[in-house]
T-cell receptor, first 113, second 113 residues
Framework: GAGVSQSPSNKVTEKGKDVELRCDPISGHTALYWYRQSLGQGLEFLIYFQGNSAPDKSGLPSDRFSAERTGGSVSTLTIQRTQQEDSAVYLC???????????FGEGSRLTVL | KQEVTQIPAALSVPEGENLVLNCSFT??????LQWFRQDPGKGLTSLLL?????REQTSGRLNASLDKSSGRSTLYIAASQPGDSATYLC????????????FGDGTTLTVKP
């Protein structure tokens, strides 16, 4: 497809389990971003990848959160030992260059029971 | 720290009316500003991107303006339609090396037939 693809679209897990969320950006886009949208709250920046530069991890809320981007394309956001407060929609975006126009995927809705 | 505010939080108008959505930001040293729409349960769809050197951008019935000195942007929607019903968000980018965009909480628009 031409857009940003995210999987799974929905994930229900038990507290304490690890989860992985995947993002496949638009082909050729060098920048990739993860945001989190919690119920009733705005979008919260998590992490930013741009080309081969070191990622900006300043938005990750705790060391249980990590992300990687392999081969400058697909990215995986991993949440270890999930907590109920991690329940949210995790949105991935890409842009053709750093600070360019953002294009978002449909998001992965995470529910931690 | 950049703060982005969107007022009103919700707006209801009859079909055919022209309307204006507001976005204000506290730090005028921005790189660009982007308007999005979000339908329930969906990701964000990019509407317009305004670079800091631009005053406005137009796409179809949408016109976005930017006044950096006053820290304001407006999104003008002409001849509103029920299909325009959605939440509209603005996002501000601080600089070319800043991956993070700061989002407002959005204005939820309802256009009544």
């Amino acid at each position: 497809g031409a857009g940003v693809s995210q999987s799974p679209s929905n994930k229900v897990t038990e507290k304490g389990k690890d989860v992985e969320l995947r993002c496949d950006p638009i082909s050729g886009h060098t920048a990739l971003y993860w945001y989190r949208q919690s119920l009733g709250q705005g979008l919260e920046f998590l992490i930013y990848f741009q080309g081969n530069s070191a990622p900006d991890k300043s938005g990750l809320p705790s060391d249980r959160f990590s992300a990687e981007r392999t081969g400058g394309s697909v990215s995986t956001l991993t949440i270890q030992r999930t907590q109920q407060e991690d329940s949210a929609v995790y949105l991935c975006a890409s842009s053709p260059r750093g600070a360019g126009e953002l294009f978002f995927g449909e998001g992965s809705r995470l529910t931690v029971l | 720290k950049q703060e982005v505010t969107q007022i009103p939080a919700a707006l209801s108008v009859p079909e055919g009316e022209n309307l204006v959505l507001n976005c204000s930001f506290t730090d005028s040293a921005i790189y660009n500003l982007q308007w999005f729409r979000q339908d329930p349960g969906k990701g964000l769809t990019s509407l317009l991107l305004i670079q800091s050197s631009q005053r406005e951008q137009t796409s179809g019935r949408l016109n976005a303006s930017l006044d950096k000195s006053s820290g304001r942007s407006t999104l003008y929607i002409a001849a509103s339609q029920p299909g325009d019903s959605a939440t509209y968000l603005c996002a501000v980018r601080q600089g070319t090396n800043a991956g993070k965009s700061t989002f407002g909480d959005g204005t939820t628009l309802t256009v009544k037939p």
